[in-house]
């Protein structure tokens, strides 16, 4: 049980009074409790990264990866995980420390896009476990995403069938609400149609989630070259506009496409991170959510964003709206990157400080020099300090970084477990 007392504000919830985590891990009645100072902190939900790769983290600011076409960078990518080696153990020490990295800069909850596999022998679940027991060891949540590029069909939904089996044998979320499986096909322009009509199979009888990327530079290339149509045209005809899947990126889209996506009742998630240095596009998030769609934030991976800073790209996302729309508030912004990401991943019991809700939560303090003068706190956590980093955050009402500090595993241990694994393959 947890009471978080002493903030000046709260987003999304009812004032600054106390708010109270129960002994069931949700916000609710707690008595007798440890009580957590937030005096001079903003308290907001634990923030929600609807899009990464956490694979990537092994593989940052790699020569040649840098603000090139995604013709190019693909490749690149993929020689390097060759060379390395992808299998459970660098799965969980990239997830350790891509999560280790998530809780520092006040996200709870990561939804990892998991693309690259080698030839299996378990069906996947092998690097599947590794990322969950990472988060349960560093107190996160992640949704593991059972990804394909270019994967036989057959192949890659019978290992998401295995996944979903192992993980989450009754239903798409583990009974505590830590570790989710969904699938996810990289795109039309990696996937055949047989491979989303599997997993899609897969997903309604495991009462999975769906995910797939749409819109990006090769995607609309490829889509365009191979089938003589776009991408979410294809989407549509292959039964993945509907309202459980999420499309990321989704840059370069036409009136005509905006309309058919508010229309099919799919969410969003924006990656301003990965898609403006990368020059791969903007994604017009106003006017998808002015159309009713529902938008969540992510970062996408360390190969095209080299930082899991989800408050800095909510910043980001803030400050280039204008230029493919209107302006956007802090408030909304923020909005995205909670309530929105989870509602994207299909969790109504993330991203919100209600009672009932998953007891998550972040306080930033607003006591220091980039805060003076700051009219509004909550708005000044995007305007202000760039790189700012949370005070305390809280998992499910256990607090999983105080005072700066990640207080689940020693960050040294995180840091020396991917280095030394780099180092012995490289």
């Keep these: 049980m947890l009471t978080v007392r002493g903030a000046v504000a709260v987003l999304g919830g009812d004032g600054a009074g106390d708010i109270t985590c129960g002994d069931d891990g ?43 076409p995604m013709a190019q960078w693909l490749p690149t990518m993929a020689a390097a995980y060759t060379a390395v080696g992808v299998d459970a153990e660098l799965a969980h020490a990239a997830a350790s420390a891509g999560l280790a990295e998530a809780l520092l800069c006040g996200v709870t909850t990561v939804a990892d896009h998991h693309l690259t596999w080698p030839a299996l022998t378990d069906g996947g679940v ?44 009754h239903g798409g979320v583990s009974d505590d609400g830590v570790v989710q499986v969904a699938v996810g096909p990289a795109g039309v322009h990696s996937d055949s149609p047989d491979t989303f009509r599997l997993m899609a199979e897969v997903a309604a009888a495991r009462g999975l989630r769906r995910r797939t990327q749409a819109n990006e530079q090769v995607d609309v290339a490829i889509a365009v070259e191979k089938y003589g149509r776009r991408p979410l045209d294809l989407l549509d005809e292959w039964g993945w506009l509907a309202p459980d899947v999420t499309l990321a990126h989704l840059c370069d889209l036409t009136p005509a496409e905006l309309e058919l996506v508010a229309g099919s009742g799919v969410t969003a998630t924006h990656a301003p991170g990965c898609d403006l240095p990368m020059g791969w596009g903007i994604a017009p998030v106003a006017a998808l959510a002015d ?24 910043r980001l996302a803030m400050q280039v709206a204008p230029l493919v729309g209107r302006p956007v508030s802090a408030c909304e912004v923020l909005g995205w990157a909670t309530t929105g990401s989870a509602d994207g991943l299909g969790r109504p019991d993330l991203g919100r400080i209600a009672p009932g809700a998953r007891a998550d939560l972040v306080c930033w303090d607003v006591t220091g020099v980039a805060d003076t003068g700051v009219a509004d706190p909550v708005a000044g956590l995007l305007w202000a300090s760039p790189g700012r980093r949370p005070k305390h955050v809280v998992v499910g009402g256990r607090v999983v970084v105080r005072d700066g500090r990640l207080v689940t595993r020693e960050e040294s241990d995180v840091v020396r477990e991917l280095t030394t694994l780099l180092a012995a393959r490289s």
């Design 126 to 169: 092998g690097i599947a476990s590794a990322t969950a027991a990472a988060a349960r060891e560093l107190g996160a949540r992640v949704a593991f995403v059972r990804g394909s590029a270019r994967d036989d069909a057959e192949t890659a939904a019978a290992s998401a069938d295995a996944i979903a089996a192992a993980l989450v044998p």
């Design 26 to 68: 949700r916000f609710g009645p707690a008595s007798g409790a440890e009580v957590l100072d937030a005096t001079g902190c903003v308290v907001t939900p634990g923030l929600v990264n609807a899009h990464h790769h956490l694979l990537q983290t092994a593989f940052r600011t790699l020569p040649a990866t840098r603000g090139v």
């Design 291 to 314: 159309a009713g769609v529902t938008v969540g934030l992510g970062t996408s991976g360390g190969g095209s964003n080299d930082a899991g800073h989800l408050l800095a790209d909510a």
